[in-house]
């Protein structure tokens, strides 16, 4: 009976290392790729999944499965699954590779970041892969603003046009006559990539008596949120958006007030911006909260995922957090903290000109990856 019960926990603890241990031998047999750029490395197969690493450009992973357009692999010692169209076969055959060459059609790179990948040539289309800034594709068909790709996994899909370096040209749109129903008016606005028609209201955290974080050197949080604020006021008017700041210069405005400026415009969205601190001087990066999911969590994943993809910080991510102007706020809001006043890196990048210049073009193209996506 022993030797019986030792028999069965022995082939049980064989089969797990066959089923769940990768072996040299599946390293082997396994495709290759090549790490195409920065690429999140992920728990599941899904673009919501929890990020539990990243991937750096020229990295190379082996597969062991592929499942939608994911790629299955090893991560630290644990599962993980990697977005397909980040990665390039480096062990193809001369064949395949021999296709390849024979199928190559014009080529569009992505211009920003989380864009979406559609089933068709339209935002009414179901979301099937996500892509980002610096992103290749073969353009195989195009449909007014929309261009058809091949995707790595051998399947196809539509991108907008005016999310890359191909936009196609976008007619002049004229007032709708009586028998033109208003949504055809919002999809031609929508199509064009820019911001015109949305309202949105930005907030300069803190100002007057309230000087918001003290860095090093004596900096003020409220000066550099004020100059990063005007900054991005002048790029989202460039892009046709109408902007309401909550203060203009160095006063004190309560925060049931900022969230009523918010109300009163009717904002399509509201971002307050700020700057960050932390005893421990090494805490560094650029993080966005927002308070509820649904328009709340997009918008912040977008505002984000545009900062990353433009400012050399690191990247902490979006939180959840329960600040009064986001709790009580009526239009899809998040808070951007932009830098830490408190680590030395940091505050020699956020102070110069040209780094609030980026977080002015990414904030932009986040709120237009968001409304027009």
């Known amino acids: 009976m022993r030797f019986i019960r030792y028999f069965t926990v022995g082939m049980a603890f064989l089969l797990f290392l066959f ?38 450009k020229g990295d190379t992973i082996v597969a062991f499965d592929e499942q939608h357009g994911w790629v299955l692999t090893y991560y630290g010692g644990d599962v993980a699954w990697v977005a397909q169209h980040h990665l390039i076969p480096i062990n193809n055959s001369a064949e395949s590779i021999a296709a390849a060459s024979e199928t ?39 449909a007014g603003d929309w261009h058809k ?3 790595a996994n051998g399947s196809t899909g539509w991108i907008a046009g005016w999310l890359t370096d191909d936009a196609t040209s976008v007619e002049t749109i004229t007032a709708p006559t009586s028998s033109e129903s208003n949504e055809t008016v919002v999809e031609a606005k929508n ?5 015109e028609g949305y309202t ?72 307050s911006l700020h700057y960050d601190a932390f005893p421990i001087l090494s805490v560094n990066g650029v993080t966005t909260y927002f308070h509820s999911n649904g328009t709340d969590r997009n918008l912040a994943e977008e505002i984000q995922a545009s900062l990353a993809s433009t400012v050399n910080l690191q990247d902490r991510g979006i939180l959840q957090g329960d600040y009064r102007v986001l709790r009580n706020n009526n239009a899809p809001s998040v808070v951007t903290e932009l830098g830490f006043l408190t680590n030395q890196s940091d505050l020699t990048t956020i102070q110069t000109a040209d780094y609030q210049d980026k977080v002015a073009q990414a904030i932009t193209n986040g709120l237009k990856n968001y409304f027009n996506e």
């Open 149 to 151: 790709i091949s995707l």
């Open 200 to 271: 949105i209201v930005l907030d300069p955290g803190h100002g007057g008596k309230d000087p918001g974080a003290i860095g090093l050197n004596g900096v003020y949080e409220k000066d550099l949120s004020m100059s990063t604020t005007d900054k991005v006021e002048t790029q989202l008017l460039d892009a046709g958006a109408n902007v309401t700041m909550t203060r203009t210069d160095d006063d004190f405005i309560p925060l049931d007030r900022r969230t009523l400026i918010s109300h009163e415009t009717q904002a399509d969205a509201f971002i």
């Open 191 to 195: 199509s064009s990539g820019s911001l």
């Open 19 to 56: 089923l769940f241990i990768p072996t040299t031998s599946q390293a082997e047999n396994g495709d290759t790729y090549e790490v195409s750029n920065t690429v999140n490395v992920r728990s599941a197969p899904d673009i919501g999944a929890q990020i539990i690493g990243k991937l750096s």
């Open 104 to 142: 190559v059609s014009e080529t569009i790179t992505v211009t920003t970041n989380n864009v979406h990948v559609r089933s068709g040539p339209g935002t009414n289309h179901t979301i099937i892969d996500s892509t980002g800034y610096g992103d290749t594709y073969n353009s195989v068909e195009t």
